[in-house]
């Protein structure tokens, strides 16, 4: 089923919003030596793209490599080289605070908030301070490996939720003025978070479970537990985590082409991306707005966000090429019945209620 292009009062709409992201990948192509300034050859983010998308900014992560010997110094160094490029580009503004987001939206720059994707490394509320010093605002507490003090989903726990170390981390987390993220994290993990924190929380690319049968999407009794802490749960844009046929399908293509001996990424440009654009049916448009529609109708559009995956993902739903196909989505949400201000508020305000409540 194809997507309706935007009447001109709805694109006037997404143009006027504020079009907040909760989590994309694009930095991990800066480090590899791309200039995101540039409008680059395939991937989903770039400075040109998001000016055509009226795309206002995001979390920009960076990966951090559980099997790195050295997680935390390599994330440091990441922040520092990204910082510097934020630095040097003319349209992108680093987010440190609470006002330098409203400044970015009055300069029309891109505001960018650092992230790291996995506190590999993170062993004491010592190192969340060398984080920040490098500008890191959001921490992803755990990705697809345990840390020394949470559990990560989807694999037999170590922990049984978050430690005694973790809650040191997180009460650190919170006083410094950082972002705590449970997307990636065990349920148990989550739950530990989101009953132990004083500031609102996210979940920055998530699904929802009841729509999709995945441990990487959260249960009702998260979702509602996030939104009593005012926290904001990031709609993943992720084929993979939206529909489980896909999943297992694309898995089935991943484990073949590991057997021929080719390499696999989660990037949109890897091997396993083309094989599956090739052979596993696409997710239709529909199923990412099912996942909108229950989270909005379970704890209200006030706690609902973007939380593309950009750059991170093999596959996006049809309609959903990159950064400028947002629009689709302000034009789907308001022929869902919401209100012009519940739009607002699911395409980037409540991300910035939160970071401004966390940030200030």
């Excluded at 707005?289 to 989270?295: E, G, K, P, S, T």
Aim: net charge negative; with cysteine.
């Amino acid at each position: 089923m194809g997507v309706t292009p935007l009447s001109p009062d709805l694109m006037q709409l997404h143009r006027d919003a504020f079009v907040f992201d909760g989590h994309n990948d694009a930095a991990i192509r800066l480090l590899a030596g791309e200039d995101l300034s540039l409008h680059l050859e395939g991937g989903h983010l770039d400075l040109p793209r998001m000016r055509e998308a009226g795309f206002d900014g995001g979390i920009f992560a960076l990966w951090s490599d559980p099997g790195s010997e050295r997680p935390l110094e390599d994330a440091l160094s990441g922040a520092a080289r990204f910082g510097t490029f934020l630095e040097e580009t003319p349209g992108m503004r680093l987010v440190l605070d609470a006002g330098d987001l409203a400044e970015a939206e009055r300069a029309g720059d891109v505001a960018v908030v650092i992230g790291v994707e996995g506190a590999y490394g993170v062993e004491n509320p010592d190192d969340v301070d060398r984080l920040y010093d490098v500008g890191v605002r959001c921490l992803t507490l755990t990705w697809m490996a345990h840390t020394s003090w949470a559990d990560a989903s989807g694999l037999e726990p170590a922990h049984g939720g978050l430690t005694r170390e973790g809650h040191r981390i997180l009460a650190r987390l919170e006083k410094l003025g950082m972002i705590a993220d449970i997307s990636h994290a065990a349920d148990t993990t989550a739950r530990d978070v989101l009953q132990a924190a004083e500031r609102p929380t996210i979940a920055s690319h998530s699904g929802v479970r009841r729509i999709a049968d995945h441990h990487r999407n959260l249960p009702d009794d998260l979702l509602e537990l996030l939104a009593r802490r005012d926290g904001v749960l990031g709609v993943v844009f992720f084929s993979g985590y939206l529909d489980a046929e896909f999943w297992r399908a694309s898995n089935e293509v991943g484990a073949r082409l590991e057997a021929e001996g080719m390499e696999t990424g989660s990037n949109p440009r890897s091997a396993l991306a083309r094989a599956v654009s090739e052979e596993v049916t696409p997710v239709p448009f529909e199923r990412l707005l099912a996942h909108f529609r229950h989270a909005i109708s379970s704890v209200g559009p006030e706690h609902v966000g973007l939380g593309s995956d950009f750059d991170g993902v093999i596959a996006l739903p049809e309609g959903l090429e990159d950064v400028r196909d947002l629009p689709k989505i302000t034009g789907a949400l308001a022929a869902s019945g919401l209100s012009e201000e519940e739009v607002r508020a699911v395409l980037g305000e409540n991300l910035r209620r939160a970071l401004d409540s966390v940030l200030a």
